[in-house]
């Protein structure tokens, strides 16, 4: 325990089964699952405890930490809310611990780290987490965005204000408007317009199936 943290999530004598029911319906909100071979996964979770036991945490097991406590956030177990773009792109999250649902054999994904560039679709939640007439913020790599739901319907657009920077996700829906917490501007979700000149704000392509919600963002190298 020499290098033990103060974000301690997991108490001494966390086993494997505690994890994976720690995990698993985390991972779920997010579009994925615990690889389907499920030695690899016993593997990788049997070596997280170890890390447990040095560090006071579970960390990605196929990444080095830093010391720097913001930046080895991003590698906490499961990390994949801080990598959602370059997991969905190779269908896994680094370690392959995780895979996307859609995925039926993870042992195909094993030591697959492409780095890819274009449109990617990254699930950000299911259906159900969003009731009707709401919107809620998500970050999908570097993009702050705001997806709204009106009726059945999704959409996605920046999450930034043009007026004074407040996150529309914080804001109220009106039919198939956003507005802007703070001063009231009115945003079209279907395509980022507002009654304001030249503020408009981007939009993004979402998709739904299989009870998950898709947001569609490109990856540049």
Not at 1 to 15: E, I, Q
Not at 112 to 135: N, T
Not at 138 to 161: H, M, P, Q, T
Not at 164 to 182: E, I, R, S, T
Request: with cysteine; hydrophobic share 40%; charged share 30%.
């Amino acid at each position: 325990m020499s290098d033990a943290t103060a974000r301690r999530r997991f108490a001494p004598g966390t086993t494997i089964e505690d994890l994976k029911a720690y995990m698993g319906p985390f991972v779920d909100r997010l579009g994925y699952k615990f690889n389907t071979e499920s030695s690899f996964v016993d593997d990788v979770l049997a070596s997280e405890l170890e890390i447990l036991e040095k560090t006071g945490d579970v960390y990605c097991p196929c990444r080095v930490r830093t010391g720097d406590p913001k930046e080895d956030v991003r590698i906490i177990c499961p990390c994949i809310s801080f990598h959602r773009d370059e997991f969905a792109a190779i269908k896994k999250c680094w370690c392959g611990l995780f895979i996307l649902k859609e995925v039926e054999d993870g042992s195909e994904l094993f030591g697959v780290i492409e780095a890819l560039s274009g449109d990617v679709e990254v699930p950000v939640f299911r259906v159900e987490d969003l009731p009707p007439g709401q919107v809620r913020h998500v970050k999908v790599g570097k993009n702050d965005i705001a997806v709204a739901r009106v009726g059945d319907e999704f959409f996605a657009l920046s999450n930034v204000c043009r007026h004074a920077f407040a996150p529309l996700a914080d804001g109220f829906m009106d039919g198939y408007h956003v507005m802007c917490p703070w001063h009231g501007w009115r945003y079209d979700v279907r395509d980022g317009t507002t009654d304001h000149p030249d503020v408009d704000v981007r939009t993004y392509p979402v998709t739904v199936r299989d009870g998950e919600v898709f947001v569609t963002v490109r990856i540049k190298r």
